[in-house]
């Protein structure tokens, strides 16, 4: 929705994208980012080994705003996966109260982080995650995509995901909005380094740690 009323002050956010061969899809994911309709933001890429055009595409960003940094990295340390090492490096750099963790394939409304944020501290949340609306244009992506968000919801019920004392737990790796120091609580990335689906171990340790008030999974940003 894009009629959230917004909190005032809201926080600062740090909003971390990790990268790694996108030049295909991070222009378009800046671009988005960089029209955000929110006061106070940052934006770290953090280019992950590309062998593409990505780490060309992010420096030549570099240079048309001050929200932007970017973080090359060149070596992945034994045990942790590609991503989780990307974005616990960009952490170490981010100066927001709150954490969006999202991918290099996504595309974001001007309004969307400002409803996200009012949405969290309106109902006292310390994790949203969101599932975005999917953009199915080849053949296959229109067979497959709907097949895999159905399955999904089989496997993780939303009503079991957002009720607390349920151990059913969940989050979409493409978008997730945490408060910064329940994120610490939660050891970080650092906690999840070796797993594939990090964003759903995460969101694990935040049920059986009760660090999280809350978690909200609604159908698009």
Not at 21 to 46: F, G, H, M, R, T
Not at 75 to 101: C, D, M, R, Y
């Amino acid at each position: 929705k894009e009629d959230m009323p917004a909190h005032s002050p809201l926080p600062a956010v740090s909003i971390l994208v990790p990268a790694r061969n996108e030049a295909d899809n991070i222009a378009a994911c800046l671009n988005s980012l960089l029209k955000l309709d929110y006061p106070q933001y940052e934006i770290i890429v953090i280019d992950d080994r590309s062998n593409d055009a990505t780490p060309r595409i992010l420096d030549k960003f570099k240079n048309t705003s001050t929200r932007l940094k970017v973080i090359h990295l060149s070596n992945l340390p034994s045990g942790w996966t590609g991503k989780t090492h990307a974005l616990f490096q960009g952490v170490k750099i981010a100066q927001g109260e709150w954490f969006l963790f999202t991918d290099a394939d996504t595309v974001h409304k001007p309004l969307s982080l400002k409803n996200a944020v009012s949405y969290s501290l309106e109902r006292n949340l310390d994790l949203l995650s969101l599932y975005p609306q999917s953009r199915n244009q080849s053949f296959w992506e229109k067979i497959t995509q709907p097949l895999g968000g159905s399955i999904l919801t089989l496997w993780y019920p939303f009503e079991k995901v957002n009720t607390p004392g349920s151990p059913t737990a969940f989050a979409n790796g493409q978008y997730i909005l945490i408060k910064k120091s329940s994120y610490l609580e939660l050891g970080g990335h650092e906690a999840v380094k070796g797993e594939l689906l990090e964003d759903v171990a995460m969101a694990g340790r935040a049920k059986e740690k009760n660090k999280i008030t809350h978690q909200k999974i609604t159908s698009s940003y």
